[in-house]
DNA sequence: TGAACAATTGAATATATATTCAATTGTTCA
DNA sequence: TGAACAATTGAATATATATTCAATTGTTCA
């Protein structure tokens, strides 16, 4: 199956969404919510990230559609549901893990 | 299957391989050398990239080990062999194109 | 209502990254 | 050998990005 040469577009779609797990934060906030849902709160604590830096990461990967919030009173749960996501997130820690 | 918290070390990994992939024109010259094989110059002409580009970002592909190189002659041919690299790459094309 | 807390936002800043340009290196072949 | 071409390299530069800080918004509950 032949995957030909991906036009400019296509490609900035495809870079985008790599470039979702592309930092480090990212990256353990994935790890962090995939167990399960996180507050910003908590994973600002668990992680030693800023509120605020969670926050525009949040920001950032709920545009991209990597993951859902849902406010439970003052608190907002942020979860990844997509398991195409978690799959494709989950096949990157593994290469690494080898 | 869990996936605990990733330390910074193991997220930092996972975050440079992701970032392997995070670049229109690197998407785009994957997507050219998974066909067949390409040297500088037809990546150049192909993606319209200067070869001065595509070269730097050789380097870095062939540092993370997501490319090969071979010489022939004057030419560099570069390809990706790792069939877990392939299909994680791949498996970020076909979630752009739904 | 207003105090307390969680989360978000925007601006500022520091850092990382992609690209270009010019010079250099590697290879072939007449 | 040296001309011709492919590829690489390093420095310069422009752009993107992550983080911090301070201010603001949203929610609860006494």
Redesign the interface.
């Given at each position: 199956m032949?995957?030909?040469?991906?036009d400019?577009h296509?490609?900035?779609?495809?870079?985008?969404?790599?470039?979702?797990?592309?930092?480090?934060?990212?990256?353990?906030i994935l790890?962090?919510i995939?167990?399960k849902e996180q507050n910003v709160t908590g994973l600002s604590q668990?992680?030693g990230i800023t509120e605020s830096a969670v926050s525009h990461h949040m920001r950032g990967l709920r545009q991209m559609r990597i993951v859902q919030a849902r406010r439970d009173g003052k608190e907002v749960y942020y979860s990844v549901v997509d398991p195409?996501?978690i799959?494709?997130f989950?096949?990157?820690?593994r290469?690494?893990?080898e």
């Open positions: 032949n995957i030909l040469i991906l400019e296509t490609a900035a779609h495809v870079a985008e969404l790599f470039r979702s797990f592309s930092d480090t934060s990212r990256v353990r790890s962090a995939l167990g668990q992680l195409h996501i799959e494709l989950e096949q990157g820690v290469h690494v893990q």
